[in-house]
């Protein structure tokens, strides 16, 4: 059984510019969530996708946007870079045996904007 | 709104001394709370899930109660390999899909030898 994988591991980017970040979804889950880790924080929710549509957002601005392929892999786009975007972001899978709500996690997308 | 918050941020033992972390919720419809471990530089890892009042789930050292308030991780005889941050969640009533958690900041849990 693969697990959740993210890429890239960390990445620095200026103010004003875009990023993707990429995620693997373990086998057998058909549903991505995307959360936000501040440094000291827990993660907060950004959106979740099921069957390749948004299924649920949090309260994160439009330029944070998705995608869900038909393989359940998925991406998470954020534009306009903000200093606050500064954070680790999850990846998490769900569907599988245990439920929508027991979530496997990637190992994140440390994101640095300078 | 719902709420989730825990204590303390952050706690150190000997190895071997017992202790209990808090995790308290204020949600409108309780479907469940969750307890996951993150290691540094890792993604949390799911621990428990429980579902009503006076449920328990062990694992090795580790033990998860709830009471209609709160919940508690009873770590009993700690080794060094239980250091992490342990989180706690519960689902967003008001999210509108399953998967989408509220989670505490957590309680960083340092073990000595």
């Known amino acids: 059984e693969t697990g959740v994988t993210q890429s890239p591991t960390h990445l620095i980017k200026t103010r004003g510019q875009q990023v993707t970040l990429r995620c693997s979804s373990q086998?057998?889950?058909?549903?991505v969530s995307w959360y936000q880790q501040a440094l000291g924080q827990g993660p907060q929710f950004i959106f979740q996708?099921?069957?390749?549509?948004?299924?649920g957002r949090g309260n994160f601005p439009p330029r944070f946007s998705g995608l869900q392929f038909p393989n359940y892999s998925s991406e998470l786009n954020v534009n306009a870079l903000e200093l606050d975007d500064s954070a680790l972001y999850l990846c998490a899978s769900s569907g599988g045996l245990a439920g929508a709500n027991v979530l496997t996690f990637g190992a994140g997308s440390r994101l640095t904007v300078l | 709104e719902d709420q989730v918050t825990q204590s303390p941020e952050a706690l150190r033992l000997q190895e071997g001394e017992s202790s209990s972390l808090n995790c308290s919720y204020t949600v409108s419809g309780l479907r469940g709370l969750f307890w996951y471990r993150q290691d540094p530089g890792k993604g949390p890892e799911f621990l428990f899930t429980?579902?009503?009042a006076g449920e328990e789930k062990e694992k090795e050292r580790l033990k998860a109660t709830l009471t209609k308030k709160e919940s508690f991780l009873h770590i009993t005889a700690p080794k060094p390999e239980d250091s992490a941050t342990y989180l706690c969640?519960?689902?967003?009533?008001?999210?509108?899909?399953?998967?989408?958690?509220?989670f505490g900041k957590g309680t960083k849990l340092s073990v000595k030898p």
């Open positions: 086998s057998g889950h058909n549903t």
């Open positions: 429980l579902y009503s």
């Open positions: 996708y099921y069957r390749e549509e948004e299924n």
């Open positions: 969640a519960v689902p967003n009533y008001y999210g509108g899909s399953q998967g989408n958690l509220i």
